[in-house]
């Protein structure tokens, strides 16, 4: 009976550690980077046959040379944060979704939008597509994964969701000073948020919060119509007039030159209006108000990036003393005007 429990237990002991060195000698991912360095090749062979100098030649050989002797391996992102190798943890912030997904080129094409603010060597993938990075098998990986957008606006049950990521974004980055609250205008997929447009809010707070609406409406809507007619305005190059954009429109943008709308409407402070708004369109409105009462442009109003500081307008006070035929006080509201001469005074003293 010995012999019969010591003969079954060896071949179980047999095929296990056979299954073992199988799988260890021919993953799963394996195959992944097999068909990548399978289809680099018949690529450079087939630039081998057009090409003609001979420079290029020899470069092209080389190339093809090292891919066809690829070296399989997994790899990994150590990303940043409290479980990181760095510190001496256990490693839960390793993602390596790039052992399988080994094309760089392809997936830097399919997140154009996103790769440049958000890098796959410091963010990884999970931060957005969920899943579990440091898993090697499809399986495991891919469990609760969100693979397209859809899918990760299905993830958005409540604006706890969205917070949450931009804490991970903020921990995953290399810049220490970087806090949750400079990805505020990102939108769940990691894209850029859209600007949706004062008439889509209008549509329901021209109701809701009516002396609101109406008193922002009659005064910072028209805020760009004011500053077009401004004699500095019109005598002022591009360069002088996209100061006046910054604050006077919606949703600029510094890189383009362009905005979103005229005049300080909805978005100006409460910021895009993407996120909060799909709460909104999906009954969740009390979320939608999470999200649109701390946006970045709601909480930096009067910081040193913001509109409404004290130096904003010194462009402007130049102008009217360099040109007396215009009064000053003509193109600031009363309110303004301890403003203007706190501005002056500092022009006088050369700060």
Known sequence: MKKKLFFLFSIILF?????????????????????????????????????????????????????????????????????????????????????????????????????????????????????????????HAHHDMFKHKRQMYKRLENSDVIFAMWEELATLSLDEEIEWGDFKNRTITGEKAIYMGSGRCLRCHTGLTAPHVERWKRVKFESFNVIQEAPDFIDGDEHYRKTCYECHTTGYDKETGTYSEEGITCEACHGPGEVYGYFMDIGKALEGQKISRITTAY???????????????????KYFREHKEHDPYDWFQPKYKKLVNESLEMIKEGK
């Open 299 to 317: 909480n930096v109003c009067g910081s040193n990036t913001g509109c409404h500081r004290s130096r904003r307008h010194e462009k402007r006070v």
């Open 15 to 139: 095929l296990s550690s056979y299954i073992w060195i199988k799988d260890a000698a021919e993953p799963g991912w394996k195959k992944y980077q097999v068909a990548y360095y399978e289809q680099k090749v018949k690529e450079v062979e087939k630039e081998l046959q057009n090409e003609t100098d001979i420079e290029v030649i020899e470069k092209l050989k080389e190339r093809l040379a090292k891919l066809q002797n690829p070296k399989y391996e997994i790899k990994q992102i150590l990303l940043q944060g409290e479980y990181s190798w760095a510190n001496q943890r256990n490693g839960q912030k390793a993602d390596r979704c790039m052992t399988c997904h080994i094309d760089e080129g392809k997936l830097k094409y399919s997140h154009h939008t996103v790769v440049k603010d958000f890098p796959f060597d410091i963010y990884g993938c999970t931060v957005c597509h969920g899943g579990i990075g440091r898993m090697l098998d499809e399986e």
